[in-house]
Every structure is written in structure tokens, then in C-alpha cells.
């Protein structure tokens, strides 16, 4: 039987599947309507794709290592209470697992790969969203590569809520790397180095700084000199190896390398949810909009 795109279109307004699931599910029922919503139910994806516009701005980071390849991610669910799910907890392991292994470029790349049990990992996650009952999404990921000479520092706060890998090299010492990375889970630097700051955002934080001198009526002869140390001072707030080291306040960053005999190349660090709005909805309203339907 011809499958349309009206009887696509159908499909799709009764279960919320995407355009692709519903058409394939109409050509394996032979375009028998009932069937094809079964036939989407028992493979999750009706009750998942209902779930497709809720906001997943919990879940967890995840770190996985093997040999020189290493890599990090972000699950997202909807509650912090499906984020300790053992459920939510293996796959998150098993997508680690998949993505150092495959690498690809992107997520929207890792979700069409195949993973070692036949599934694309899109399909994979959407059978687990059928199992947990909630939203889950693979947010973002990144895999680094280090030399023999190196070591990766892996670090998770608070169970995953926050998730850092570092790379340091001179160093085979994984502790090294490890505090590095514990150092700037606590501290959030966004830059290794002030070299890595473009000159435009040093251009646009020294004018800010000016017109703040400039409105505290500062003289205009010492505006200068004066916006130079607090752009020192800022520079130190978002790169990491000029901030004080949190196991060792006396010390800099870089001197706690320097004492290693090591260099951090970089660094990734995740926080759970960053940049992403959460709907903050009103419980009760919520109820009653149920019980009203």
C-alpha cells in the first residue's frame, strides 16, 4: 500500500512520533492506521515523542578514559530524581562507552552511529525515555586524544552535577591532572591562559573598566594605569593558571605545574544544565490543568 504523507501527517498528530518513525512504522503495518500507533507504542516512541517539548535541564555528566583517548558528556533529564536512576546512570556509561569508541564529529553525527547492539543511539535513547518516562537528551560531548607523555585528569562534583577533563602534559601523574581538574570545577576559569583571550574581548572588558574609572571620578592621568591592574586582575578571574590553586591558595596554578614539570594543554569543563532556560512551572496550576482535561 502507498503510504502518503496525509496519512504521515495523521500519524503524527496522534502519537507527537517524528515524521520518519511514523512513516516507517505505516509501511511495516502495511498503512493500517491502529497497527502503526501499536507498532510506535511497543517500540516507545509514541510515549517518548510525547515528552519531546519538556524542558531536560537536569541530569548528568559523564567521563570515560581508555588508554590516550578520553571523553566527556552531558545527559540531560527532566528531574534530579531520574538523573540517580540506575537506568539513566548505565546508559549514560554505555553512550561514554560508544562515543570513545566512535567519535564522531557532533551530536547530531553520534545520534545516527551504530551502537555495538544494533541500535542508532538516537533510537537507543528513545527506548530508554520509553523505559525511564522521562525526556532524556544527549546534550553535548567532546573527545580528547593525549600523547604517552601525558595524563588526563578526570573529575565529577557532586555525583556528575559538575564533570572536568583535563589534559596535562610533561606529566604521566593522573593525580596531577586530576587536581587541575578539581581545581577548575571549583572556580569555573574559562581560559587557560590570557594568550587565548581575544583581543577584542580584552578591548571591550578595558572600556568597561575606563568608563567605571572614569564614573568614580577617577583622575583621567592615572584612568589608564589603573584599568591596566584591574584588567590584570580580571585576566586572573577567567584563566586558570593565574588563579590561586584551591588545594594551595599561595601558590598559582601555573606554579603548581611549574613544580610537576608539567604544562595543561586543556581542559573541558560541564556544568549540568548551564544555558539552558528551566520552565519554572506552578505545581498546583499543573494538577489542576490535568485534572481539567
Known amino acids: 500500500m502507498a503510504i502518503t504523507a496525509q496519512m504521515v501527517k495523521e500519524l503524527r498528530e496522534k502519537t507527537g512520533a517524528g515524521m520518519m518513525d511514523c512513516k516507517k512504522a505505516l509501511q511495516e503495518t502495511n498503512g493500517d ?43 540531560n533529564s527532566e528531574t534530579d530524581f531520574v538523573a540517580k536512576n540506575e537506568g539513566f546512570q548505565k546508559l549514560g556509561d554505555e553512550l561514554a562507552d560508544h562515543l570513545l569508541t566512535a567519535k ?41 586524544t593525549k600523547g604517552d607523555d601525558a595524563a588526563f585528569g578526570e573529575y565529577l562534583h557532586m555525583g556528575g552535577r559538575i564533570g572536568v577533563l583535563s589534559v596535562v602534559e610533561g606529566t604521566t601523574d593522573e593525580q596531577v591532572a586530576k587536581d587541575v581538574a578539581m581545581h577548575a570545577a571549583a572556580l569555573n576559569p574559562k581560559f587557560i591562559s590570557r594568550d587565548q583571550v581575544s583581543q577584542e574581548e580584552a578591548d571591550r572588558e578595558r572600556e568597561i573598566l575606563t568608563k567605571q574609572a572614569l564614573e568614580e571620578g ?36 601555573k606554579e603548581f ?8 594543554t586543556d581542559f573541558v569543563r560541564y556544568e549540568v544544565g548551564e544555558g539552558i532556560e528551566k520552565r519554572q512551572d506552578n505545581f498546583a496550576d499543573e494538577v489542576m490543568s490535568q485534572v481539567k482535561k
Not at 517500540?43 to 548528568?60: C, M, N, P, Q, S
Open 218 to 253: 577617577k583622575p583621567e592621568n592615572i584612568v589608564a594605569k589603573m584599568v591596566e591592574g584591574r584588567l590584570n586582575k580580571y585576566f586572573e578571574e577567567i584563566c586558570i593558571v593565574d588563579q590561586p590553586f584551591v588545594k594551595n591558595p599561595d601558590q598559582k596554578v
Open 33 to 75: 492506521m491502529d497497527q502503526a500507533i501499536d507498532f510506535l507504542r511497543e517500540k516507545g516512541i509514541a510515549k517518548a515523542a510525547k515528552k519531546a517539548d519538556r524542558i531536560a535541564a537536569e541530569g548528568l555528566t559523564f567521563i570515560k578514559s581508555n588508554g590516550n583517548d578520553a571523553v566527556i558528556l552531558e545527559l
Open 257 to 264: 605545574l611549574s613544580s610537576n614539570n608539567a604544562k595543561l
Open 104 to 144: 564522531p564529529e557532533s551530536v547530531d553525527a553520534a545520534l545516527e552511529t551504530e551502537m555495538s547492539n544494533g541500535q542508532k543511539v538516537g533510537d537507543y535513547i528513545t527506548a530508554n525515555v520509553g523505559k525511564i518516562g522521562e525526556k532524556i537528551s544527549l546534550r553535548r560531548f567532546e573527545v580528547r
